[in-house]
């Protein structure tokens, strides 16, 4: 647009001010130029279309992460349950059913441990905070077998 490019046309005064947002928008749109659009036919398009390739090749079978229905959700510690972990939520045991059970876990690949807590006796307190999620005695010391 030739009246765009003079300094004191009525044009290039509209893009000056900034209180006509649509007067702006129009000049804008007068001085806009048209693409030249050439036609070609569909076997021309065919041939220049080039496959594009993944970056990184994938298996047809990907593993996902998954919250199954087989996965526990973490729970909050009851203080009217007592839950203790490894053997010691069981029953008296002797040494045979005691041989067994560590037979079972070193069968699935675990590792079997003696716990010790001389302190809470294996319970689970709130004692010295009372902040979600933090419990007292959650951990101990445990000897690999």
């Known amino acids: 647009n030739p009246l ?19 007067s702006r928008m129009s000049a804008f749109a007068c001085s806009s130029s048209v693409a030249k659009v050439s036609m070609k036919t569909p076997a021309a398009a065919a041939r220049k279309t080039v496959a594009v390739r993944p970056m990184f090749s994938r298996p047809a079978t990907s593993l ?10 973490m729970q909050v510690a009851s203080p009217y349950l007592k839950y ?5 939520y069981l029953p ?6 005691i041989a067994r059970q560590i037979e079972y ?9 003696i716990e010790f ?29």
């Open 92 to 97: 008296p045991l002797s040494n045979g059913e």
């Open 117 to 145: 807590d001389a302190v809470g006796g294996g319970a689970i307190t709130r004692d010295y905070n009372a902040s979600p999620g933090y419990y007292d005695g959650r951990y101990w010391a445990m000897w690999k077998l």
């Open 84 to 88: 203790y972990e490894t053997l010691s």
């Open 64 to 73: 996902r992460v998954t919250n199954g229905a087989r996965v526990n959700m």
């Open 105 to 113: 876990i070193t069968r699935n690949n675990w590792s079997p441990c």
């Open 4 to 22: 765009a490019t003079r300094p004191n046309s009525p044009v290039s005064q509209t893009l000056l001010r900034s209180d006509s947002l649509p």
